[in-house]
């Protein structure tokens, strides 16, 4: 027994974790509009395949009846690729909308959405459209798992403030 353990904690020290992550960050700015409606906001992963996965969507969810489920197709990309094929709510994909600000997704090699991720070219999507406003969609490719920190930077110009994805390896 002892043996056993000692070969199986000497090849925990030889063979490091896979401990990628995926940190995005993202800016909802504060508009000075009449109306003002937080935005409905999707994140995704498109691969040079064609398959997308849902890494975050926003909506109302607290609405009578599922109400807040109906608007979801404002988000026509996303509703196109994933979003009609969808359940919601989705357990660690779907929440509610956020305030102006700054909001945080952190994800790793363990959460469903990035384990499915095989090696290979990817495209990160994020769509905002908000009622009585308007829509915004941002794309940036990456690959996938990351061989060294990557830092990809899109800039909304109405919807959406800074938005930052950074990769570790």
Same mark, same amino acid.
């Given at each position: ?48 395949? #064609?398959?997308? &996965?849902?890494?975050? %969507? ?9 109400? $807040? @489920?109906?608007? /979801? ?9 994933? #979003?009609?094929? &969808?359940?919601?709510? %989705? ?9 102006? $600000? @700054?909001?945080? /997704? ?27 406003? $308007?829509?915004?969609? /941002? ?31």
């Amino acid at each position: 027994m002892r043996l056993l353990m000692s070969a199986a904690f000497s090849t925990a020290l030889t063979f490091p974790a896979c401990a990628q992550e995926m940190l995005v960050t993202v800016e909802v700015p504060r508009l000075e509009v009449a109306e003002y409606h937080a935005p409905y906001l999707a994140m995704w992963v498109e691969g040079a395949d #064609g398959e997308a &996965t849902s890494l975050a %969507v926003w909506y109302d969810v607290e609405l009578r009846n599922e109400e $807040g @489920e109906t608007w /979801l197709k404002d988000l026509r990309q996303w509703w196109r690729r994933i #979003g009609r094929e &969808t359940e919601m709510p %989705v357990d660690g994909v779907s929440g509610p909308t956020r305030p102006p $600000g @700054e909001h945080k /997704l952190g994800l790793d090699a363990a959460d469903p959405q990035i384990a499915a991720l095989s090696g290979g070219k990817y495209e990160f999507v994020i769509e905002a459209a908000r009622e009585v406003g $308007g829509r915004e969609i /941002l794309r940036a490719p990456f690959e996938w798992p990351a061989s060294a920190e990557q830092k990809l930077e899109l800039k909304g110009e109405r919807e959406l403030g800074l938005v930052t994805v950074v990769l570790k390896p």
